[in-house]
């Protein structure tokens, strides 16, 4: 079956760094996403990493993949008050008839404190 | 240029009534997605077009729920007799193509009464 699974809240330091975890059952998704959703503005792809990496870097994001454990994280260095919104892990299955649909997980709300 | 965009960005509703959202999609994407976001929950596939045709509706919850994209351009979620449940946040995300980057609107929040 589909299913993307995360913990549902993170606090975090403002200058420390976040990590937030994520496991995935579908192994056939060849990309797997994280997305950021703010309050009162749509969804938008943070960054998204290609199933055959085990990392990936954009500046004070790091994407880490273990494939072997369905595992992906999510890591913010120097974390900033502007960072607090809901991250949502994300895969699209290439199993089943679109081969199109975005499976999210349930979403980890990451506030900042001062 | 122009994002996704969603009208009307809140409906209320008494239950049993019909309701008609729109999305209107990045001028060029083929592909048009729907999904339902319930409070505290992420987002769920409902529908996806490509062109004119409903390529996957296995999303959709019930018969109650219909969508249409007559000119592969502008789709409309239709939801009928309305139920308590049905409340959330229905998005429209369009794509330039089958399985490229998704683009989301800003989504339509549903209250049923």
């Known amino acids: 079956g589909e299913d993307v699974e995360q913990s549902l809240f993170l606090s975090v330091r403002e200058g420390d760094s976040s990590v937030i975890n994520c496991t995935y059952t579908?192994?056939?998704?060849?990309?797997l996403y994280w997305y950021k959703q703010e309050p009162g503005a749509g969804l938008q792809l943070l960054t998204y990493i290609f199933s055959n990496m085990d990392m990936k870097q954009d500046q004070r994001l790091t994407v880490l993949l273990n494939k072997k454990d369905k595992h992906l994280s999510l890591r913010i260095a120097d974390t900033q008050t502007g960072d607090s919104a809901i991250y949502f892990c994300a895969e699209i299955p290439l199993r089943g008839s679109s081969a199109s649909k975005i499976i999210f997980g349930s979403g980890t709300r990451l506030s900042i404190r001062p | 240029g122009a994002g996704v965009s969603q009208t009307p960005s809140n409906k209320v509703t008494e239950k049993g009534k019909y309701v008609e959202l729109r999305c209107d999609p990045i001028s060029g994407h083929t592909a048009l997605y729907w999904y339902r976001q319930s409070l505290g929950q992420g987002p769920e596939f409902l529908i996806y077009?490509?062109?004119?045709?409903?390529?996957?509706d296995s999303g959709l919850p019930n018969d109650r729920f219909f969508a249409v994209r007559p000119e592969g351009s502008v789709s409309t979620l239709k939801i009928q007799r309305t139920e308590r449940g049905d409340s959330a946040v229905y998005l429209c995300a369009s794509s330039l193509s089958k399985g490229g980057e998704q683009y989301f609107g800003p989504g339509t929040r549903l209250t049923v009464t």
């Open positions: 077009f490509q062109g004119t045709g409903a390529a996957d």
């Open positions: 579908d192994s056939s998704s060849t990309y």
